[in-house]
């Protein structure tokens, strides 16, 4: 299915869940940071709810992880 994640076009597998695209993205970080936020369509998604949340196609999603500075 194809999503938006942070303003770009995404293919993933039928039936992935926030945590699903999550996983993905971390993995394909070379920091392994692993503290970060989720937004789906405007509305933050709480971290306990990733596995359940499930992605449908067009959805616009946002990953966002702090950065330090000021």
């Given at each position: 299915m194809q999503v938006t994640v942070?303003?770009?076009?995404?293919?993933?597998?039928?039936g992935a869940t926030?945590?699903?695209l999550v996983a993905d993205l971390?993995?394909?970080r070379e920091s392994?940071?692993?503290?970060v936020a989720v937004a789906r369509n405007g509305d933050v998604v709480p971290r306990s709810s990733w596995a359940q949340t499930p992605l449908a196609p067009g959805d616009a999603v946002e990953v966002l992880?702090?950065?330090?500075?000021?």
């Amino acid at each position: 299915m194809q999503v938006t994640v942070n303003g770009d076009a995404a293919e993933l597998a039928d039936g992935a869940t926030v945590a699903d695209l999550v996983a993905d993205l971390l993995a394909e970080r070379e920091s392994g940071h692993d503290r970060v936020a989720v937004a789906r369509n405007g509305d933050v998604v709480p971290r306990s709810s990733w596995a359940q949340t499930p992605l449908a196609p067009g959805d616009a999603v946002e990953v966002l992880a702090p950065t330090a500075g000021g």
